[in-house]
């Protein structure tokens, strides 16, 4: 165990993936819960130097009026998660990081996610500049005044709208130039600003976040690491073990089905057909990286009100065997969206500072096992 304090800041820190991981790590201080479903407390990572739970101190950006507590609470009325002594045993540490949260930026951000925003500050932004310093400013703050040796940024907002690079984003000078003018998507802003603190960027959601070779260029520039994109918590995660298996058995994938409901508030804004595509982009690619060739894939991702937190995935794959016989395989996935993503999450916090501390720089590839989309690598 380190003596460290050790800061995360949460990008849509109050939504259900950063409640969750939030209240994880206030549950594993405080022995109110074991360390099932976190990757890093694995045998495998006896005698690394990770940070432990009681190291942590929390913060975000948020563009609602909402707290960790509130949203705890919703969950476990709406989609009957956490134990009521749980909860009860960490509203204190739970009211203190809600004190860190501070007003996000709705530039770049798009329509559909400006509607969730009920903050007055959040449009204070009219440039990427702008937002850049007001983010860096938080960040600064946030580490002096909680002490904290090191800070790692995680992108766990709702997803925006795909954005297009052009030649500005190809390498930091151009970037800089414009910055002036609104170059990049509010996920980009988070990533700058992180970056250019020198601080760890994960990218948990399918947004460009750092994904481009001008943000690439700023952390090598100041020595730090980024990870991403879109953590893999459920279908696609399923995917990416069962397609082996039919690459490794010689069978021949014919069709892919996956139809995804869910009812939380991501779920409101994929049901913007422009943000969705972002997602169904990253979880459609899956299965040809795995296999080698492009079967006939379909992803479809709807917004089941009833469902909550609640996400249910029903996937069919059609293919063909020995003597050109064709079979199926249906498989049905139902699981707590949230629960899935706020483990991983704390894993990539813990490897990013980490590997923070190693003097690794840029791209963590090795990190890409809990991606869709994962950066500087195809599978």
């Not at 949203?71 to 009325?77: P, R, S, Y």
């Not at 530039?107 to 860096?136: H, Y």
């Not at 970037?175 to 990533?191: E, K, T």
């Amino acid at each position: 165990m380190s003596n460290r304090r050790v800061g995360l800041w949460l990008i849509g820190a109050c939504g259900g993936v950063g409640t969750t991981a939030t209240l994880g790590l206030a549950a594993l201080s405080r022995g109110l819960t074991d360390t099932t479903s976190l990757v890093t407390a694995l045998p495998l990572f006896n005698g690394i130097d990770l940070d432990g739970p009681a190291d942590f101190v929390v913060g975000g950006h948020e563009i609602r009026q909402a707290g960790f507590r509130a949203t705890a609470a919703e969950l476990h009325q709406r989609s009957n998660v956490f134990d009521e002594n749980l909860l009860a045993g960490c509203q204190e540490p739970l009211a203190a990081w809600e004190a860190n949260v501070r007003t996000g930026t709705l530039l770049g951000a798009g329509p559909t996610i400006a509607k969730l925003a009920d903050r007055p500050d959040a449009n204070k932004a009219k440039t990427a500049r702008q937002a850049i310093e007001q983010i860096k400013a938080d960040l600064v703050a946030f580490k002096e005044t909680n002490k904290l040796s090191q800070v790692v940024v995680a992108n766990v907002s709702s997803t925006e709208p795909p954005f297009e690079t052009s030649e500005v984003h190809q390498s930091l000078a151009k970037l800089n130039a414009a910055l002036d003018g609104s170059p990049l998507p509010a996920s980009s802003l988070y990533a700058y600003a992180t970056l250019d603190l020198g601080l760890p960027f994960v990218n948990f959601t399918p947004s460009l976040g750092a994904t481009c070779p001008a943000l690439e260029e700023l952390a090598v520039l100041r020595h730090t690491t980024v990870c991403g994109k879109d953590g893999k918590t459920g279908e696609t995660l399923m995917k990416t073990v069962l397609a082996p298996m039919f690459a490794h058995r010689n069978w021949r994938i014919l069709s892919w089905v996956g139809h995804n409901i869910f009812g939380n508030r991501d779920g409101i804004v994929l049901d913007d057909p422009i943000n969705k595509s972002s997602k169904i982009k990253t979880k459609d690619q899956v299965i040809s990286g795995v296999v080698g060739y492009k079967p006939q894939t379909l992803v479809s991702i709807e917004y089941i009100e009833s469902l909550d937190d609640w996400k249910t995935a029903w996937n069919h794959i059609h293919f063909k065997g020995f003597l050109g016989t064709k079979m199926i395989m249906q498989v049905i996935w139902q699981g707590c969206d949230s629960l899935l993503a706020g483990p991983l999450v704390l894993d990539l916090a813990r490897l990013s500072l980490f590997a923070q501390r190693r003097g690794e720089v840029g791209v963590l590839k090795h990190l890409a096992c809990f991606f869709k989309n994962p950066h500087g690598v195809t599978v």
